[in-house]
């Protein structure tokens, strides 16, 4: 292959300098957001800036074999066109209000990024030694195979150079000098330095050649070994499905994560052990017929995962996580057919492999180009699919809907939002269109966003807008008037607005006198209980309780609140102070 011919001396200096220009790119991008330059100061300037500095130079970096080759400046203009169009259409979609999580948007358009860039760069160096865009499948896995090492063992020198670093600096200061120290934490020097150490990470990568073979070959005998205990994991769990149901599988909650990743371990390791499909079978008879039925099993697994998440659906209706989830299914299933079609079907089924793969891998190049433009956006998907489901006769959106359209849904997601909260039958319902309002004027979803939230300015107002739990004591004015008086302590005015404000009476401290507690039931994943002592003849907070809240916890946490049921859990040993420091009785 082409690849293991020497680079010339220009192509290797020009990808040490096109590494430390990527570095000089990344840091004016970092510079420009921490002073508000344009365009880094709107988050979709910065997504395409960052796209095309990671995806363009990253794809020159691997694939440069001649600064003259046409074909070479080509795939950079292509790759930034390509990428750059994925990158305007989810920025816009992760942006139009501050408190968007953007991260629920752009997360998945990074990570499907990278795969969609590394599945089609060995094409693109196909073309660059073949002429052509359809090569001989076996340069296409050594491209692969080639590009994976070479990013794994960049990753490695550069941690190992910031390791070196790191003790340059420490060494020096021992006798003084914080020079060196200080200097390698400046921002210019860590984005110079990375993008010089990644380009000479990339050159041994790519010129290296035995070192590569070797790690190849060390990760190769890795697989060959677990293939034959993952094909019997995968058979004794089939085997296992007939005597334990399936209704276990379902109370996991986590079926679906689970047997995808065994069919993602078990493809990846068929496909390290049997390579381009050319060679014979590395196992005896009875493991490789072992290894044949797991692959036979492969579409049992997909079929199963792809119901869980079926089962989902019907309950709950898509969201954005969930269609990809099914999208990632959906791949990994074709994957599952076709190589259990090939065991099938040939006496010698590896080198059905080859076209299988070639096939799904452009199949996963279109899939992603789908999932981040308007046909597939999982985004668009889930909020119709949330809007339908809230629409239907009988349906109420309970705080997880709100919070899924206000904030983890992008763009489509808060102006749905927004058209749910005009609807008539939302506006009449006092305690929808109260969450709906609150999530909407928020303006960051984590924390205390006080100044989006109502106060109440009467005691008549406060005591409308707190419920009490059976068998709490009745409220009393001065509680009340402490309670106005203080709405930016926790929980935050949680009595300015009908909703989910809880009060609570326990004894707290054994003294025969009851405390108060406020309880907030208005937050996603946590329930906040502000703490009120009467001492001398005012009501003080003394401070608050949290739970966490995820899940099914989070329904019966709440349920208990609004119950009134809970119990004081009273320690036998006290504390001892010694010395000022206080140490606690433990098991």
Same mark, same amino acid.
């Given at each position: 292959?082409?690849?293991? &011919?020497?680079?010339?001396?220009?192509?290797?200096?020009?990808?040490?300098?096109?590494?430390?220009?990527?570095?000089?790119?990344?840091?004016?991008?970092?510079?420009?957001?921490?002073?508000?330059?344009?365009?880094?100061?709107?988050?979709?300037?910065?997504?395409?800036?960052?796209?095309?500095?990671?995806?363009?130079?990253?794809?020159?970096?691997?694939?440069?074999?001649?600064?003259?080759?046409?074909?070479?400046?080509?795939?950079?203009?292509?790759?930034?066109?390509?990428?750059?169009?994925?990158? *305007?259409?989810?920025?816009?979609?992760?942006?139009?209000?501050?408190?968007?999580?953007?991260?629920?948007?752009?997360?998945?358009?990074?990570?499907? &990024?990278?795969?969609?860039?590394?599945? *089609?760069?060995?094409?693109?160096?196909?073309?660059?030694?073949?002429?052509?865009?359809?090569?001989?499948?076996?340069?296409?896995?050594?491209?692969?195979?080639? /590009?994976?090492?070479?990013?794994?063992?960049?990753?490695?020198?550069? @941690?190992?150079?910031?390791?070196?670093?790191?003790?340059?600096?420490?060494?020096?200061?021992?006798?003084?000098?914080?020079?060196?120290?200080?200097?390698?934490?400046?921002?210019?020097?860590?984005?110079?330095?990375?993008?010089?150490?990644? @380009?000479?990470?990339?050159?041994?990568?790519?010129?290296?050649?035995?070192?590569?073979?070797?790690?190849?070959?060390?990760?190769?005998?890795?697989?060959?070994?677990?293939?034959?205990?993952?094909?019997?994991?995968?058979?004794?769990?089939?085997?296992?499905?007939?005597?334990?149901?399936?209704?276990?599988?379902?109370?996991?909650?986590?079926?679906?994560?689970?047997?995808?990743?065994?069919?993602?371990?078990?493809?990846?390791?068929?496909? &390290?052990?049997?390579?381009?499909?050319?060679?014979?079978?590395?196992?005896?008879?009875?493991?490789?017929?072992?290894?044949?039925?797991?692959?036979?099993?492969?579409?049992?697994?997909?079929?199963?995962?792809?119901?869980?998440?079926?089962?989902?659906?019907?309950?709950?209706?898509?969201?954005?996580?969930?269609?990809?989830?099914?999208?990632?299914?959906?791949?990994?299933?074709?994957?599952?057919?076709?190589?259990?079609?090939?065991?099938?079907?040939?006496?010698?089924?590896?080198?059905?492999?080859? =076209?299988?793969?070639?096939?799904?891998?452009?199949?996963?190049?279109?899939?992603?180009?789908?999932?981040?433009?308007?046909?597939?956006?999982?985004?668009?998907?889930?909020?119709?699919?949330?809007?339908?489901?809230?629409?239907?006769?009988?349906?109420?959106? /309970?705080?997880?809907?709100?919070?899924?359209?206000?904030?983890?849904?992008? =763009?489509?997601?808060?102006?749905?939002?927004?058209?749910?909260?005009?609807?008539?039958?939302?506006?009449?319902?006092?305690?929808?269109?109260?969450?709906?309002?609150?999530?909407?004027?928020?303006?960051?979803?984590?924390?205390?966003? *006080?100044?989006? =939230?109502?106060?109440?300015?009467?005691?008549?107002?406060?005591?409308?807008?707190?419920?009490?739990?059976?068998?709490?004591?009745?409220?009393?004015?001065?509680?009340?008037?402490?309670?106005?008086?203080?709405?930016?302590?926790?929980?935050?005015?949680?009595?300015?607005?009908?909703?989910?404000?809880?009060?609570?009476?326990?004894?707290?401290?054994?003294?025969?006198?009851?405390?108060?507690?406020?309880?907030?039931?208005?937050?996603?994943? /946590?329930?906040?209980?502000?703490?009120?002592?009467?001492?001398?003849?005012?009501?003080?907070?003394?401070?608050?309780?949290?739970?966490?809240?995820?899940?099914?916890?989070?329904?019966?946490?709440?349920?208990?609140?609004?119950?009134?049921?809970?119990?004081?859990?009273?320690?036998?040993?006290?504390?001892?102070?010694?010395?000022?420091?206080?140490?606690?009785?433990?098991?």
């Amino acid at each position: 292959m082409s690849t293991d &011919a020497p680079l010339p001396r220009p192509v290797r200096q020009f990808i040490v300098l096109l590494a430390l220009l990527q570095g000089l790119l990344l840091y004016i991008a970092d510079y420009g957001t921490r002073n508000d330059w344009w365009p880094f100061n709107e988050l979709g300037g910065r997504v395409c800036w960052y796209t095309l500095v990671l995806a363009v130079p990253g794809a020159m970096l691997l694939s440069v074999r001649d600064l003259a080759d046409r074909r070479f400046w080509q795939h950079a203009a292509l790759v930034a066109i390509g990428f750059g169009t994925l990158a *305007a259409y989810v920025a816009w979609s992760a942006t139009g209000d501050p408190a968007i999580d953007s991260g629920e948007v752009l997360g998945p358009f990074g990570v499907t &990024a990278c795969i969609a860039l590394f599945v *089609a760069l060995p094409y693109l160096q196909a073309r660059l030694e073949h002429g052509r865009w359809c090569a001989p499948y076996g340069d296409l896995f050594e491209n692969a195979w080639q /590009n994976a090492i070479t990013l794994a063992l960049t990753g490695l020198f550069v @941690g190992i150079v910031w390791g070196v670093l790191a003790l340059w600096g420490e060494l020096f200061k021992l006798i003084g000098i914080h020079f060196f120290a200080d200097l390698f934490k400046e921002r210019p020097f860590a984005y110079l330095a990375t993008g010089c150490m990644v @380009g000479l990470g990339i050159l041994i990568g790519r010129t290296q050649h035995r070192a590569v073979q070797i790690a190849r070959q060390i990760l190769l005998a890795i697989g060959k070994g677990l293939l034959p205990l993952l094909a019997l994991i995968a058979l004794l769990f089939v085997v296992a499905l007939p005597f334990t149901g399936l209704e276990a599988l379902w109370k996991t909650k986590r079926a679906t994560a689970i047997l995808l990743w065994l069919i993602v371990l078990m493809i990846g390791f068929v496909n &390290a052990v049997y390579q381009e499909g050319g060679k014979a079978a590395p196992y005896p008879r009875p493991l490789r017929l072992a290894v044949e039925a797991a692959l036979v099993t492969l579409p049992v697994y997909a079929a199963l995962a792809i119901y869980a998440l079926w089962l989902r659906y019907g309950q709950y209706g898509w969201t954005g996580d969930r269609f990809m989830a099914l999208l990632v299914a959906i791949v990994l299933a074709a994957y599952a057919v076709g190589y259990a079609w090939s065991v099938v079907r040939r006496q010698t089924w590896q080198p059905a492999f080859g =076209r299988i793969n070639v096939a799904l891998s452009l199949g996963v190049i279109g899939l992603v180009v789908l999932m981040n433009t308007p046909p597939l956006d999982p985004h668009r998907i889930g909020v119709s699919s949330q809007m339908a489901r809230l629409h239907t006769p009988g349906a109420k959106p /309970n705080l997880q809907d709100i919070t899924y359209l206000r904030f983890d849904a992008g =763009r489509r997601g808060v102006d749905s939002l927004k058209a749910l909260r005009a609807e008539p039958a939302i506006a009449n319902d006092t305690s929808v269109a109260q969450q709906i309002d609150e999530k909407l004027a928020r303006k960051n979803r984590w924390g205390v966003d *006080a100044q989006s =939230r109502k106060k109440a300015a009467t005691l008549a107002e406060a005591r409308a807008n707190v419920t009490l739990a059976p068998g709490t004591e009745p409220l009393d004015d001065a509680w009340l008037q402490a309670l106005i008086d203080a709405q930016e302590t926790p929980p935050y005015n949680c009595v300015g607005g009908p909703g989910e404000c809880i009060a609570l009476s326990p004894d707290l401290d054994a003294d025969g006198k009851s405390e108060r507690l406020l309880c907030d039931l208005r937050e996603e994943y /946590n329930v906040t209980c502000g703490v009120w002592t009467l001492g001398d003849g005012r009501w003080q907070s003394v401070g608050n309780l949290r739970w966490q809240t995820y899940g099914n916890k989070s329904h019966r946490v709440r349920e208990a609140i609004r119950a009134g049921k809970f119990e004081v859990n009273r320690r036998r040993w006290s504390d001892i102070v010694v010395a000022g420091d206080s140490a606690s009785v433990s098991p």
